[in-house]
C-alpha cells in the first residue's frame, strides 16, 4: 500500500474543497477605491443638490410626507427624492446579500458566511423599510415610542450584527464598514439631538445619511461577491 506523503499532501480549504494553495479572498474592488468613490460621488452629489437655484435642499433631501406636510403647494414629482434613493439603495443591498446568503447556503458553502449574508439582508431591509415608512420618527412615536429608544434598540442590533459577525467583518473591507457606522451614527446624532430646520443641518444629515447607506451596501455586496469569487474558484480546482 502506497504511503501517503503528508508533508505535500493537498491542504484542504475553508470551504471544503482540496487545492495545491489555499485560496485568496477575491479583492475584485479594494477598500480605497470604494471610499475613493462613493465618498467623492456622494459629496459632489449633496453638494450640487444643496447649490444648485431651482428646488429648496429641504425637498429633495427630506422624506417625502415631510416635505408634503410642510409645503404649501402639495406635491411635486421631486419631493423626498434624495430619501427615496436612500430606500433603494437600502433594499437592493438587502436583496443581494440575501440573494447570496441563499446561493451559499444551497451550493453547501461556508455556513457562517452564508447566516452572515442572510443576517445582514434581514438587518438592510428592516432599516430601508423604516426609512420608507417613517417607523422611527412617525409610527413607532404614535404608540408611544420614542424616537431616542428606537434609535437605542437599532444601535444594539448593529452592535450584535458586529459581535457575532466579527470574523467576517475584519476579513472583509472593515475600513469601509467603520466609516459607514460612522456616516449613519452622525445622521442619527443631528436628527436626535439637532431640532432646527436650517438647511446646512438638514444637508450633513441627509447628506451623511446617504453616504452611510452606499458604503454599508458597497461593503456587504463586495463581501458578497467575494464569498461567491472564493466558491467557484474552489470548485474550479476541484474539477483540475
Known amino acids: 500500500m502506497q504511503a501517503i506523503d503528508y508533508a505535500n499532501r493537498p491542504m484542504l480549504d475553508e470551504v471544503g474543497y482540496h487545492s495545491e494553495k489555499p485560496l485568496k479572498t477575491g479583492r475584485w474592488l479594494g477598500s480605497g477605491t470604494i471610499l475613493f468613490t462613493?465618498?467623492?460621488l456622494g459629496l459632489m452629489f449633496i453638494t450640487a443638490i444643496a447649490l444648485q437655484p431651482w428646488v429648496p435642499a429641504g425637498d429633495l433631501l427630506?422624506?417625502?410626507?415631510?416635505?408634503?406636510?410642510?409645503?404649501?403647494?402639495?406635491?411635486?414629482?421631486?419631493f423626498g427624492f434624495v430619501s427615496t434613493l436612500g430606500s433603494l439603495?437600502?433594499?437592493?443591498?438587502?436583496?443581494?446579500?440575501?440573494?447570496?446568503?441563499?446561493?451559499l447556503y444551497t451550493i453547501g458553502e461556508d455556513s457562517r458566511r452564508a447566516t452572515f449574508m442572510v443576517a445582514a439582508a434581514l438587518f438592510t431591509a428592516w432599516?430601508?423599510?423604516?426609512?420608507?415608512?417613517?417607523?422611527?420618527?412617525?409610527?413607532?412615536?404614535?404608540?408611544g415610542v420614542p424616537e431616542l429608544l428606537t434609535y437605542g434598540v437599532y444601535g444594539g442590533l448593529a452592535f450584535l450584527h458586529l459581535l457575532f459577525f466579527?470574523?467576517?467583518?475584519?476579513?472583509?473591507?472593515?475600513?469601509?464598514?467603520?466609516?459607514?457606522?460612522?456616516?449613519?451614527a452622525m445622521s442619527v446624532g443631528i436628527d436626535a439631538f439637532i431640532h432646527n430646520d436650517h438647511a446646512l443641518r438638514i444637508v450633513m444629515e441627509d447628506g451623511a445619511k446617504l453616504i452611510g447607506i452606499a458604503l454599508w451596501g458597497a461593503f456587504h455586496i463586495?463581501?458578497?461577491?467575494?464569498?461567491?469569487?472564493?466558491?467557484?474558484?474552489?470548485?474550479?480546482?476541484?474539477?483540475?
Open 62 to 78: 427630506r422624506d417625502p410626507l415631510a416635505v408634503a406636510e410642510m409645503s404649501e403647494t402639495c406635491c411635486k414629482l421631486y
Open 127 to 143: 432599516l430601508g423599510a423604516d426609512d420608507l415608512f417613517m417607523i422611527h420618527d412617525h409610527v413607532l412615536p404614535e404608540f
Open 166 to 184: 466579527w470574523r467576517e467583518i475584519l476579513q472583509s473591507r472593515v475600513t469601509v464598514f467603520l466609516v459607514a457606522g460612522s456616516m449613519l
Open 38 to 40: 462613493i465618498v467623492g
Open 222 to 240: 463586495a463581501a458578497g461577491f467575494d464569498y461567491l469569487l472564493e466558491a467557484s474558484r474552489g470548485r474550479t480546482e476541484q474539477t483540475v
Open 89 to 103: 439603495m437600502w433594499f437592493m443591498a438587502a436583496a443581494v446579500c440575501f440573494f447570496v446568503g441563499c446561493l
